[in-house]
């Protein structure tokens, strides 16, 4: 059993968390969570990318100035294990494309255990599927994988005696969803057309993608270890095993349209409604309709966003869980402020696969 307190550990052991390694460095989220580290100035950061000839394609995405690169092929442990050596934690951002992404964690967190790494981030990063049996049964996105990757971790523990795991719980992300296209969060930049599931009140909890990087940068900057029993301040173990909750905004579809009116200014838009258990059941008949593995993950996305506007309060963990924000001092967010970052990113071509795949398809 993992000792208490700092007091209590072998000498040379220093109470912080200096050594980051994270897999998906320059990917979406792990680009955020890399440069809002690196701005603390107390980490040293380890990208783990893909070795050129690995049996996949390598890394493309450019890694910011002070990263530490480590090629690796996730089919030799060994250079995982080389990789990993030294690391206190790892974050895990594996995108939804990301080849056998289920063997690529397993093989990451054996390696972790056999090399002492203190903590995992495991990938997977939304709903409250940890807490919630509704969303875990029901998520589509793969979020309700979290649950058996950290089980994996703590069975790894077992054997290795060190690792757990730290699972952010951050919703879905707010400027993301909110223009990659109707799927997500029923919002139809093309036609200017909204589907409110159950009338757009439900509120939810969202967040940014910066309030996600700041949440990460501020936790492994806290000590990993009380000092002692009369030490109350926060630390890196007091979510050792268990969800990181942190959101931007608890919001419903309808104060978003209004956000989205007063910083575009667009007046007109034709607003629709459709049951979020209707919704739900589309998203499913598109996953299971067999047409092409695109219509699957628009469909996949589909259910996982309606699910979370159930009424069931599952999509607002703020109100049942608590959230972290507080005790890692993270700010209040402008929802028009972030809602003009979103109309910036559609101004500038964003947002990828399901809006480009909906805009082609409605000519």
Known sequence: MAQKYARDQPPGFTNRVERVAIVGAGGQLGSHLTT?????GRHTI????????????SSTNPLPAGVIAAPVDYD?????????RGQQFLIITLAVTAPAPAA???????????????????NGYGADVLAHEGLMRDDRVGGAEVRVRCAEIEATAAGAGSVGWVSMVCGFWYEYSLVVGPVCLGFDHVRKRVTLYDGGETRV??????????AVAALLSLKELSEDEGDEAPTVSRWRNKPLYVASFLVSQREMLESW????????????SEPSEERYRKGLEMMQSGTDPMTARMGAAMASFARIFYPDGCGDYESSRGLANGPLGLPKEDLDERTRVAKKMLDDGYPGWVFQR??????
Not at 358 to 363: I, K, W
């Open 104 to 122: 690529i964690h397993t093989a990451l967190v054996r390696a972790a255990g056999k090399v002492g790494v203190r903590y995992v981030m495991p």
């Open 76 to 84: 030799d442990e060994a250079t995982l294990e080389a990789a990993l």
């Open 36 to 40: 809002a580290l690196l701005r603390t």
């Open 205 to 214: 909890n969202l967040t940014t993608f910066d309030q996600c990087a700041r």
């Open 46 to 57: 380890t990208a783990l990318t893909r070795r050129q000839g690995s049996g996949s394609s």
């Open 261 to 272: 009116k007063r910083v575009t200014g667009e007046g007109e838009w034709t607003v629709e």
């Open 358 to 363: 909906l805009q082609n398809a409605q000519g």
